[in-house]
């Protein structure tokens, strides 16, 4: 396979890059399901999904849908590693015309509405210009979607709607400066290659308020754990935004507009509403309360060392490991409970590269005797948000962030 050099020296790109197996385009579109299942344990409804390791430059994914490809990460994988490998990172798209194919010699980003110079921005170009590395969790609005009781539509993500990357590339803040925003400007929007097969569909576009765009960490993305991106996670050039959710995350980035009044297309108008009300919740059927669009994300802690439902051997003393988050701040502790909630204990954190990186967290639970445990993990970010113990619910599964407990029989 082809590859960038993301040397800023020589900023040398190949023609054609193309990644394995996408030349005939129908892998992008398909995948097959390998024999295995996995039971995400969602309330409510079917709960297992396939294994499909038939996605170009991806390994052994959970299929939620093939077409467009809906493809999330199983937990193991955050046990395994701190940041997920590309080949196993989440995949979202909302429509069916993907791109299979990218010509980087002639893929262009253009910047354009209310600036001073409209520019098209070359990728060799875009190589050459200052560039940051963050670590920052890319998190969907609808992860653990599933675990929504009663059931909302949209796609039954377990916990893998989500993925920790360290991201290169160059703050839009410098291509922004290059076009020249002119006053009164309040909002920049961004599209990409991707489009709807559906006549008349809107075309996914996400806009960030001026200023946001401009906080110098907000960056187009060429590089993720020091590798191109796969093509199914936005290549050449994606969007990264620090600590909100994946949906400004905007994949195969070609137009950026600046605009001098507030975005009203259906993507940032209609879709992706949050109710305003207190951790976006409300009462299972309501109708007509107010919304905002989705925004910041909020702490969330996973136990990856058990799965819950297992059993394992019995030893008094039981290691849990874990994965934690603090949102748009970073983590400030995890605590542990394996008393219901009554007493918590202070987990070991460890190292933070960025504050919008998952943080590993270790303790060790004490198991007086053999018989089911239930274990609690609680984050509290540097803003002194806490994870609640009781889930919200909104129509769209936004926002999940409750206490994710795991029950393990140990014998
Ligand atoms: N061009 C494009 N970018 C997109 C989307 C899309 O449909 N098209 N979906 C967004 C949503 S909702 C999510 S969750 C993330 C998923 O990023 P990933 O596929 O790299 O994990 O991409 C975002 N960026
Ligand atoms: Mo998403």
Known sequence: MDRLDFDAARAVTRRRLLAAGIAGGGAVLAGRALGADVDLRLPGGPS???MTSDFPQKGAMILQRARPALLETPMEVFQQSLYTPN??????WHWGDLP???DVETYRIRVGGHVERPLSISLAQLLRMPRIELAAVNQCSGNSRGLFEPRVPGAQWGHGAMGNAKWMGVPLRHVLDLAGVRGGAVAVRVGAMDKPLVAGAPDFEKSLALDHARDGEVMLAFAMNGEQLPLLNGFPVRLVVPGWFSTYWMKTVDAIEVLASPDENYWMAKAYKIPTAPRASVVPGSKDFPTTPINRMIPRSWITSVADGA?????????????AMGGDVGVAR??????????WEPAALGREDDRYGFRRFTARVNVPR???VKVMARCTNTRGETQPMEANWNPGGYMRNCVEPVIVRLT
């Open 48 to 50: 297992t999904r396939a």
């Open 87 to 92: 080949d196993r990172f989440f995949v979202r």
């Open 100 to 102: 299979t194919s990218i």
């Open 311 to 323: 059993t394992y051997g019995y030893d008094p003393v039981l290691p849990i490991e874990g994965i």
């Open 334 to 343: 995890v605590e542990i409970s394996a008393t219901g909630g009554r007493t």
């Open 370 to 372: 053999p018989g089911r």
